[in-house]
């Protein structure tokens, strides 16, 4: 499993369990090359339900959507803190954003 936090260059990642979910806070850039290190740390997660938090996120890149979608899209997954824009690109790419919820059965 993911260690409780991972520091990279404009990324910090932390892991939390919470009432039997897993919750990923994401704090800093988000762009390709951090993108790819939550991706990496995702295939190291259980399928338990999952919270990612982008609350904390102070740039996001558009094109990280889609790498993060296709990583996300098969486990059950609620996505908290995105902008607008963000929460419309994720539900473009087909997953739901904010208090919604999405899963693999949906």
């Known amino acids: 499993m993911l260690p409780r936090e ?3 260059n404009g990324l910090d ?6 009432d039997q979910r897993l919750v990923l806070r994401l704090a800093g850039t988000l762009d390709g090359r951090t993108a790819r290190a939550v991706i990496d740390a995702l295939r190291d997660l259980p399928p338990v339900p999952l919270t990612v938090d982008f609350s904390q996120v102070r740039t996001f890149v558009d094109l990280s959507v889609d790498a993060l979608t296709r990583a996300l899209r098969d486990r059950p997954v609620s996505l908290r803190g995105l902008g607008r824009h963000q929460a419309r690109m994720f539900r473009y790419f087909g997953l739901g954003s904010e208090e919604s919820e999405h899963s693999a059965e949906a």
């Open 6 to 8: 991972v520091l990279m």
């Open 13 to 18: 990642i932390r892991l939390e369990e919470v």
